[in-house]
C-alpha cells in the first residue's frame, strides 16, 4: 500500500558525486523514518543512513563526513546526497521507509533498489 520509488543511481568515478531520491507514495499518514540501506555483491544489506519525523539523522560509520541525508516532508520524499565516492560504496542503495496508514496501521516498505558503481 505504500511504493518507494528510487532513482539517481548511475556510474561515477572515485571521488565524484551522486545525488539518490525516493519518492513514497500511497495510503500515508505520516511517515516515522525514512532510510538508505545498501548491499554489495557477496555482502549483507547494511545500513546507510537515516532520517526520522524530527530530522534526527544517523550514519554508517564508513559514510560520516562524505554523505548526507535528508527529507522533504511535504513531498514523502528522501535524499542521499554521496560526495567523495570510493570504490567501496559500489552496491544497490534500497529506500526504506516506516510510519503509518491512514487507516491507522503501521507499515514498513522497501524500494526496488538503484544501482550505484564507483570505478577507481
Known amino acids: 500500500q505504500v511504493q518507494l520509488v528510487e532513482s539517481g543511481g548511475g556510474l561515477v568515478q572515485a571521488g565524484g558525486s551522486l545525488r539518490l531520491s525516493c519518492a513514497a507514495s500511497?495510503?500515508?499518514?505520516?511517515?516515522?523514518?525514512m532510510g538508505w540501506y545498501r548491499q554489495a555483491p557477496g555482502k549483507q544489506r547494511e545500513l546507510v543512513a537515516y532520517?526520522?519525523?524530527?530530522?534526527?539523522?544517523a550514519y554508517a560509520d564508513s559514510v560520516k563526513g562524505r554523505f548526507t541525508i535528508s527529507r522533504d516532508n511535504a513531498k514523502n520524499t528522501v535524499y542521499l546526497q554521496m560526495n567523495s565516492l570510493k570504490p567501496e560504496d559500489t552496491a544497490v542503495y534500497y529506500c526504506?521507509?516506516?510510519?503509518?496508514?491512514?487507516?491507522?496501521?503501521?507499515?514498513?516498505?522497501w524500494g526496488q533498489g538503484t544501482q550505484v558503481t564507483v570505478s577507481s
Open positions: 526504506n521507509a516506516r510510519g503509518v496508514l491512514v487507516d491507522q496501521r503501521g507499515f514498513g516498505s
Open positions: 500511497g495510503s500515508i499518514f505520516y511517515i516515522n523514518v
Open positions: 532520517i526520522t519525523n524530527g530530522e534526527s539523522t
